[in-house]
C-alpha cells in the first residue's frame, strides 16, 4: 500500500477533513478523485484550480463549501434529497466561475451519462457520428432480438409524421414478420449443425449463446433503418454542446426533436455546459448555418451511379514515401535535427520499425504514434449492417452516402443451410420497392427509413496507418461478424501490396476464414472467467 504523502494530508483541521472526505477519495495522497459533486461543480472547481497556487482541496473548501454564495452549504454532511435543489440553487455561482476563470475547454472536465432509448438506428448513427469526446453504445443486433412488439402490439420502428405514406408501415411490418418468422427455425438449424460439445467442456449456456447469436447475425439484415434501437452515452459538457447543436441543424426530423429532449434533459445535469447549444446567439444560428450549407452543396452534388455494385474495399490514395514519414517521427524525440531532414537520414527503415514494433505479442501493444505520419484514403461498399459496426471506429475521418437500394444487397451464405434464402430475399425487395417510392414522395433522406440493413452503401475511411492497425487487428478476429471481416481484411491487403514492410508489423490481423460458429470460442473464454469467480460474496 502507498505510504502517506504528509505534505498533503497536513493543514485541515478534523472538523474540515471530515467534510472533504465526502467529496474525494482521499486526504492524505496527491492522487485522488472527486466523488458526490455535481459535474458542473466538478468543471467550475477545475478551472478555479488552473488560476490559483491553492490545492484542489483547499479550493473546494475555501471558495465553494465554505462560499455562502455558492449555496454549497446544502450539500454537507451525509447525502439527502436537498442536494439536487441545491446544485441547482448554486448554478449562477458556479457560472460566475466559469465565466472568470474558464473557457470552452473547461466544459471538456464534466461530463453526463445520457441513455437515448426507442430511436431508429438511423438516428442513432447520427448521433454516433460525432467522434471525439462522446462514447456510445448501442443495443446490439447479434445479442438482442428485435421482433418483441410494443405496448401497443406493434413491431418497433420509427413512425412519424414525415413519414406518412401508404407504403412505409406494410412495407416495415413486412420486414419484421419475416425476420420474426425465421428466427426459431435458422435458430434451431444452427444448432442442428452446431450441437453441444460437452466434451471439450462447453457449457449449455456458452453453446446456446453462441449459436443464438449466430442465427440473429444471419437474419440481421432484414431488419430496416428504421428500426428502434437504445443507446448510453458518455460525454463531456463541450461534446454534448456540440452534438445538441448539430442535431438541431440535421435534415431528418426526428434527430431534431432528439435535440430539443437531449438539451433539455442535459439542462438538469450539467446546464452551465449546454446553455449555449440552442441559444440565439450561438446555437441556434449554428444549427441553421449547418442545414444551409447542406442543402446548398447537395444541389451541386451530380445525378447518377452505376447501379448494382459488389462489395468492394478499394485504395485511393496513399502516401508514397510512408515508410519516411514514420521513420523521421520515430526519430524525432531522440535527434536533433529538423524532422524534414530526418526522412532523408539514410537510417534503414527495417531496423528503425523493429526497434518501435518489433516486440508486439497481442494487439493491445499499441502501435506508436509515429504511424500517425502516413494515411489512406478507401472507399468501400459493403451493407450497412457492417457499415453500422465500422462506424464505431472514431479516429478517423469517414462519411457515407444515402442509404439507398440501388447498389443491391446480400443474402449471408449460410441461409443456404439454415433458412429459406427465397423469402429473405422476397422481404427485401419488397423493401426496395417501397423505398423507390418513398424517395420519389419524400426525398432521398426520409426513405432511408425503409432501407434494410442487407443493402450496400458506399463510405470513405480516412485512416492514419496507426488506426488502420487498430481497426484491422481489431476487426478480423475470428468472433467478428463475416460481412465487417471481410472489409477489414480487404482494407489490410491494399496497406499489404502498397507498403509491406509496414504492413508486416500489424501481426495479428486474422486473414483465415474465420470460425463458422464465431462466437463459440468467445463464449467459452466468458465461461472460464465466470468460472474463476467462484468466492463467495461475504
Excluded at 105 to 125: D, F, I, Y
Excluded at 252 to 269: D, K, N, P, Y
Aim: with cysteine; charged share 30%.
Amino acid at each position: 500500500m502507498q505510504a502517506p504523502d504528509l505534505e498533503w494530508s497536513g493543514g485541515f483541521t478534523a472538523a474540515e477533513t471530515i467534510l472533504l472526505q465526502r467529496y474525494v477519495t482521499n486526504m492524505d495522497r496527491s492522487v485522488f478523485a472527486l466523488r458526490n459533486l455535481p459535474e458542473v461543480v466538478k468543471g467550475a472547481l477545475f478551472s478555479r484550480y488552473s488560476r490559483t497556487e491553492k490545492s484542489l482541496r483547499r479550493v473546494l473548501l475555501e471558495e465553494f463549501i465554505h462560499d455562502p454564495a455558492s449555496g454549497f452549504d446544502a450539500m454537507a454532511g451525509e447525502p439527502h434529497q436537498d442536494d439536487l435543489v441545491a446544485a441547482q440553487r448554486a448554478e449562477e455561482f458556479y457560472e460566475r466561475v466559469l465565466v472568470g476563470y474558464g473557457d470552452d475547454s473547461v466544459a471538456e472536465l464534466a461530463g453526463a451519462h445520457l441513455a437515448v432509448e426507442r430511436v431508429s438506428t438511423l438516428a442513432a448513427k447520427a448521433l454516433e457520428d460525432s467522434r471525439i469526446g462522446l462514447s456510445p453504445l448501442e443495443k446490439s443486433t447479434r445479442y438482442v432480438r428485435f421482433d418483441r412488439a410494443g405496448p401497443d402490439g406493434r413491431f418497433l420502428y420509427h413512425r412519424g409524421p414525415e413519414l406518412s405514406h401508404r407504403v412505409y408501415e406494410p412495407a416495415m411490418d413486412a420486414l419484421f414478420e419475416t425476420y420474426s418468422a425465421m428466427v426459431e427455425p435458422v435458430t434451431a438449424a444452427v444448432r442442428r449443425e452446431h450441437p453441444l460439445e460437452t466434451e471439450t467442456g462447453e457449457t449449455e449456456r456458452a453453446w446456446k449463446a453462441a449459436t443464438r447469436a449466430k442465427a440473429l447475425d444471419v437474419l440481421r439484415g432484414l431488419l430496416p433503418a428504421g428500426t428502434l434501437t437504445n443507446l448510453g452515452i458518455f460525454g463531456n459538457g463541450r461534446a454534448f454542446e456540440y452534438l445538441v447543436t448539430k442535431m438541431a441543424g440535421h435534415e431528418l426530423a426526428e434527430c431534431r426533436r432528439l435535440a430539443g429532449e437531449m438539451h433539455e434533459q442535459l439542462s438538469l445535469v450539467i446546464p452551465a455546459f449546454v446553455r449555449r447549444a440552442l441559444d440565439e446567439r450561438y446555437g441556434a444560428p449554428a444549427a441553421d448555418r449547418m442545414a444551409r450549407t447542406r442543402e446548398a452543396t447537395a444541389l451541386l452534388a451530380p445525378e447518377g451511379g452505376p447501379g448494382r455494385t459488389p462489395v468492394t474495399v478499394r485504395l485511393l490514395d496513399h502516401d508514397r514515401d510512408a515508410e519516411q514519414r514514420v521513420v523521421a517521427a520515430a526519430l524525432f524525440p531522440y535527434a536533433e535535427l529538423p524532422l524534414d531532414e530526418l526522412a532523408h537520414s539514410g537510417v534503414e527503415p527495417r531496423l528503425v520499425l523493429e526497434a518501435m514494433m518489433g516486440e508486439r505479442t497481442n494487439r493491445r501493444h499499441r502501435a506508436p504514434r509515429a504511424l500517425e505520419h502516413t494515411t489512406y484514403t478507401f472507399e468501400i461498399v459493403a451493407n450497412f449492417a457492417a457499415y453500422r459496426d465500422l462506424h464505431r471506429h472514431r479516429m478517423l475521418t469517414q462519411d457515407r452516402q444515402y442509404l439507398g437500394t440501388a447498389l443491391g444487397y446480400d443474402v449471408p451464405a449460410d441461409l443456404e443451410r439454415f433458412g429459406d434464402p427465397d423469402r429473405f430475399e422476397r422481404a427485401l425487395e419488397h423493401a426496395a420497392h417501397a423505398h423507390q417510392m418513398l424517395e420519389r414522395s419524400l426525398g432521398p433522406a426520409l426513405a432511408q427509413y425503409a432501407v434494410p440493413l442487407a443493402y450496400r452503401v458506399r463510405w470513405y475511411f480516412r485512416a492514419s496507418l496507426r488506426e488502420v492497425f487498430h481497426l484491422c487487428e481489431l476487426r478480423t478476429t475470428p468472433q467478428g461478424h463475416p460481412d465487417y471481416r471481410y472489409v477489414a481484411q480487404e482494407m489490410f491487403r491494399r496497406v499489404e501490396e502498397v507498403h509491406p514492410l509496414l504492413a508486416r508489423y500489424a501481426r495479428f490481423v486474422d486473414l483465415t476464414p474465420g470460425d463458422e460458429l464465431e462466437r463459440r470460442r468467445s463464449e467459452r473464454r466468458i465461461d472460464e472467467k465466470l468460472g474463476s469467480l467462484t468466492s463467495p460474496i461475504v
